[in-house]
């Protein structure tokens, strides 16, 4: 499958964070190919017969580890240019959050994530162990808190996602 070039004109910027999706996941699979080309052995992979000589048997090899070796360098050459497509569109992306004000947002939601998943976590262990009934929950104001983050939330999310579908790059 090819894979869209990063430069392919003027688009929205959740275009390009598709693209960059689909360049991860192809990056993952190249990972996971070359880890199992480099772990294939002669061993397992040859059928040998009773007729071939030794000599035989070690071109084979030879073969064998040649053929692993391009491969292996055929997937790093692949692996080193997505990566430097996705870099290259990555950081044009945050020139564009720079100038249009949206990376302050993201790092805004990137905290507001973070305790809303403590405070979550707070309730989940309290609810485990039975030390932490509602009536704390309640009174500690968690509820409220935790809805306000959400609300802040989901209003920052929602104002990125508007910037990355009519921003163009």
Same mark, same amino acid.
């Given at each position: 499958?090819?894979?869209? +070039?990063?430069?392919?004109?003027?688009?929205?910027?959740?275009?390009?964070?598709?693209?960059? $999706?689909?360049?991860?996941?192809?990056?993952? $699979?190249?990972?996971?190919?070359?880890?199992?080309? /480099?772990?294939?052995?002669? %061993?397992?992979?040859?059928?040998?017969?009773?007729?071939?000589?030794?000599?035989?048997? @070690?071109?084979?090899?030879k073969?064998?580890?040649?053929?692993? +070796?391009?491969?292996?360098? &055929?997937?790093?050459?692949?692996?080193?240019?997505?990566?430097?497509?996705?870099?290259?569109? %990555?950081?044009?992306?945050n $020139?564009?959050?720079? @100038?249009?004000?949206?990376?302050?947002? #993201?790092?805004?939601?990137?905290?507001l994530?973070?305790?809303?998943? %403590?405070?979550?976590?707070?309730?989940?262990?309290?609810?485990?162990?039975?030390?932490?009934?509602?009536?704390?929950?309640? &009174?500690?104001? #968690? /509820?409220?808190?935790?809805?306000?983050?959400e609300?802040?939330?989901?209003?920052l999310?929602? @104002?990125?996602?508007?910037s990355?579908?009519?921003?163009?790059i």
């Amino acid at each position: 499958m090819e894979i869209p +070039k990063p430069n392919v004109g003027k688009m929205k910027v959740s275009e390009k964070l598709a693209i960059i $999706r689909i360049q991860e996941g192809e990056l993952t $699979r190249l990972y996971e190919l070359r880890d199992s080309i /480099a772990k294939q052995s002669f %061993k397992e992979t040859a059928i040998r017969t009773e007729k071939e000589t030794t000599k035989e048997v @070690e071109k084979r090899q030879k073969e064998f580890l040649e053929n692993k +070796k391009s491969k292996v360098a &055929e997937c790093d050459k692949r692996t080193r240019q997505l990566t430097k497509d996705i870099v290259e569109v %990555k950081n044009l992306i945050n $020139r564009k959050n720079v @100038e249009t004000g949206i990376d302050k947002k #993201l790092a805004e939601i990137k905290y507001l994530r973070i305790e809303l998943s %403590k405070l979550m976590n707070l309730i989940k262990r309290g609810r485990i162990f039975d030390s932490f009934d509602s009536d704390v929950f309640e &009174e500690l104001g #968690l /509820a409220v808190k935790i809805k306000e983050l959400e609300e802040q939330k989901q209003k920052l999310d929602n @104002e990125i996602q508007k910037s990355n579908w009519s921003t163009e790059i």
